[in-house]
């Protein structure tokens, strides 16, 4: 696995998580807010704190070689390469290119 898969599937992760939570923080509240149970309202304030830390951990992605932090400036966007933005092809800290294999560190 390289290091473009690696954080790529780690920020899609988050990414899948946070949007379902708040999909369904969404649905909870418009429907507590038609129905008039406050139960919907409570489960909605329990959502919302997972979409806040999937979105945290998205952007505190590490690098595998140097555990620099990476998720600040890696998106999902930039790590596939869409046609109008840049693509990321090094680590900002280590400058290892993250087409390269995981190589895990010897002791």
Do not use: H, N, Q, W
Not at 12 to 19: D, F, L, N, Q
Not at 32 to 58: E, H, K, N
């Amino acid at each position: 696995m390289t290091i473009r898969a690696y954080l790529r599937t780690r920020k899609a992760r988050y990414s899948i998580v946070g949007t379902i939570g708040l999909v369904l923080a969404m649905g909870l509240g418009m429907a507590g807010s038609i129905i008039g149970d406050a139960r919907y309202s409570y489960a909605t304030l329990v959502l919302l704190p997972i979409v806040l830390v999937c979105t945290l951990f998205s952007r505190s992605l590490r690098c595998p070689r140097c555990k620099g932090d990476v998720g600040s400036y890696t998106s999902l966007i930039r790590l596939r390469g869409a046609p109008l933005v840049r693509r990321v092809d090094f680590c900002a800290y280590c400058g290892v290119s993250l087409d390269e294999p995981i190589v895990p560190k010897e002791s």
